[in-house]
């Protein structure tokens, strides 16, 4: 229930303050070499936007700091203006990985990976249409505050 420029204005103008709104990133900011850097529960995500259209509005990155078995992957993110004030937008990711153990691994990776997609679209929904983090983070904020 936003303008399409607000949503791009967020993930894209302001790409490096995801950890601000999405649970699981601890802390996000822009690195010396990287349009973001994440710390997560599972170590530093190392990303960087290779495609960005305005006219079609679509998101490419790509991340670095999986664990050893993923070669590559790349996230997108898709907008499309439905009205004035309401944007449809889709997140998604594609992991690329090692022959053998990599396929192993990937069975246990994605359904994660997945999930967390889903709590990300959640929390960014809360943040663009309130300003405000969902209930999710407030509880991942407070907590890392207490350490």
Sequence with gaps: ???LK???????NNFHKVGTYATGIYK???GKNH???CETPFGKLYENIVFKDEKNNNLIVSAKGFPFFVTKAKGFWKFKKISNKKTKFTIGIKLHTTPIIGS???VFLKPKLKKALEVTAKDYIIFIETGKV???K????DKLQKK
């Design 104 to 106: 192993i691994m990937s």
């Design 6 to 12: 607000d949503l791009w204005n967020l993930t894209v």
């Design 138 to 141: 407030q509880k991942e904020i």
């Design 35 to 37: 349009d973001r850097v």
């Design 28 to 30: 996000s900011y822009k």
């Design 134 to 136: 969902s209930k999710r």
């Design 1 to 3: 229930n936003k303008p």
